[in-house]
């Protein structure tokens, strides 16, 4: 299969990149999303912009309180970082269980993130971490909550000439955290994936992938939770999808078992 | 647009179209046809080659995102008439029945060796999760794996 024509550009740096996304090209990172998408020439970019080699979206750092993931970062250099696993484990944990070996190589959390595959994995973590998505635009850096970065099916609050540079996240060292995934087993993608995070004062954060066409916090099941509550319904109120993988019924059934089990692995 | 990549130790400047793939640029520009293309969906690992030194499924890379690096496909294993450890444990354990999805297995398992010179068989078998072998000859793969693992000239 071959995609529609496009012209390829590669940007050297944040600062390139912006630019040439303001010319109205599209960013290409691990390409693991998007080309598939261009080969089955469900997308046609004119341009592609190349952020793969732009160093500064590769690194993982500290920075005070704070873990901070480039957004060039791949699946697989999350799932073996040290301070990764220190500050955030569940990042590395739930890195090690996307795809497989050659998609942890090559794709990356921003590009995850800024496709907002519904099954996809990065959105629940970031949701429950309570993380913020650092983007660079014309008019600069702004931090969008990941509570409100996702605004539907493939869609985001992102700009189309932002770039995403990176993922800040407060260091959870004393929490506990999961990420728990039932993996269609063709794709490895969540048919049902359930992130939890408990504080060290007992309070948790609930979210899910895969369940609905927009990956959610779970507020519902964590007013019960943090209620005093010992199990909770999952996604009550939320539209649920349905497709040839999992129907409404069997998908809500999935969300309730993998909330047991993450809430069983935080206990 | 022009690239510059060395491919199995041979320097090459190509002239590609922005859009092709890696894979192609490999089969058809270079004749190297050891990458194979089946699904050309990125599901089934069939097209594997290494690019800088780890396994990427070629149908989903662009010629152009490695320009400048190292590729080294299932033909440069080899080093001249002495198989890698890896094919010849294929050969020794019956590792292949059509050897269609065999250059994508041996590199996926290439690139485990180098990071985890002895995996156990669980490893071996999550390390796989991206190669699919229609002829599910999947026990003897994972067996001729190990029997590299064991017959590998591990650097210190
Ligand atoms: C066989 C297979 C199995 C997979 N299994 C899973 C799985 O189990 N779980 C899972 O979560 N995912 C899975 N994926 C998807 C994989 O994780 C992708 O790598 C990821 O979704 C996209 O990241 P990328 O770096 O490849 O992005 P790309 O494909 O390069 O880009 C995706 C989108 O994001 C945009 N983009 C990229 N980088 C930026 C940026 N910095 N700022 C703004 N926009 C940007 C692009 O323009 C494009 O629209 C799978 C993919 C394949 C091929
Ligand atoms: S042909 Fe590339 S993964 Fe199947
Ligand atoms: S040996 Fe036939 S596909 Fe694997």
């Not at chain 1, 691990?30 to 500064?56: F, Q, W, Y």
């Not at chain 1, 493939?154 to 929490?175: G, K």
């Not at chain 1, 916090?217 to 009550?236: C, K, V």
């Not at chain 2, 270079?30 to 499924?57: N, P, Q, R, W, Y």
């Amino acid at each position: 299969m071959i995609t529609y024509p496009f012209q390829y550009k590669r940007a050297d740096s944040v600062a390139d990149a912006v630019a040439m996304l303001g010319e109205g090209g599209k960013a290409l990172s691990g390409g693991h999303s998007l080309i598939p998408s261009m080969k089955l020439r469900l997308n046609a970019p004119d341009t592609l912009v190349d952020v793969g080699r732009i160093a500064e979206l590769k690194t993982i750092t500290v920075d005070g309180n704070d873990l901070v993931i480039g957004a060039g970062a791949t699946h697989g250099q999350i799932a073996s970082s040290s301070v990764v696993k220190q500050h955030v484990p569940m990042f590395a944990e739930g890195a090690a269980h996307i795809g497989d070996p050659s998609v942890r190589n090559r794709g990356t959390i921003g590009g995850s993130l800024a496709h907002a595959d519904p099954s996809a994995d990065w959105p629940a973590m970031v949701l429950a971490a309570d993380a913020t998505i650092v983007v660079q635009g014309a008019n600069g850096s702004r931090s969008i909550a990941a509570s409100d970065f996702f605004t539907g099916l493939f869609s985001t609050a992102l700009e189309d000439d932002e770039l995403i540079t990176a993922i800040r996240v407060s260091s959870q060292a004393d929490a506990k955290m999961t990420y728990q995934k039932f993996a269609q087993p063709a794709s490895r993608y969540a048919l049902v994936g359930c992130a939890v995070v408990k504080s060290a004062d007992g309070s948790v954060r609930v979210a899910f992938s895969g369940v609905s066409d927009t990956p959610f916090r779970d507020s519902a099941a964590e007013s019960q939770l943090n209620g005093g509550a010992s199990s909770a319904n999952a996604a009550s109120g939320q539209s649920i999808m349905s497709d040839h993988f999992a129907t409404e019924e069997y998908r809500r059934h999935l969300a309730n078992v993998y909330l047991k089990r993450a809430l069983a692995a935080v206990a | 647009m022009q690239i510059n990549l060395t491919v199995n130790g041979k320097a090459r400047a190509s002239e590609v179209e922005d859009r092709t793939l890696l894979v192609y640029y490999l089969r058809e520009q270079l004749g190297l046809t050891g990458a194979h293309v089946a699904c050309d969906t990125s599901s089934c690992g069939a097209c594997t080659v290494h690019v800088d030194g780890v396994a990427v499924k070629s149908c989903t890379l662009l010629a152009a995102q490695a320009d400048g690096c190292q590729v080294t496909t299932i033909e440069g294993l080899a080093s001249g008439n002495d198989l890698h450890p890896l094919q010849q444990g294929f050969k020794e354990c019956h590792g292949l029945q059509c050897g269609f999805c065999t250059p994508g297995m041996i590199m996926t398992a290439a690139d485990l060796l180098n990071t985890n010179p002895h995996p156990s068989e669980t490893e071996i078998r999550v390390a796989l999760e991206g190669n699919i072998c229609r002829c599910t000859g999947y026990h003897n793969i994972v067996k001729a794996i190990q029997w590299a693992a064991e017959h590998q000239a591990v650097p210190a």
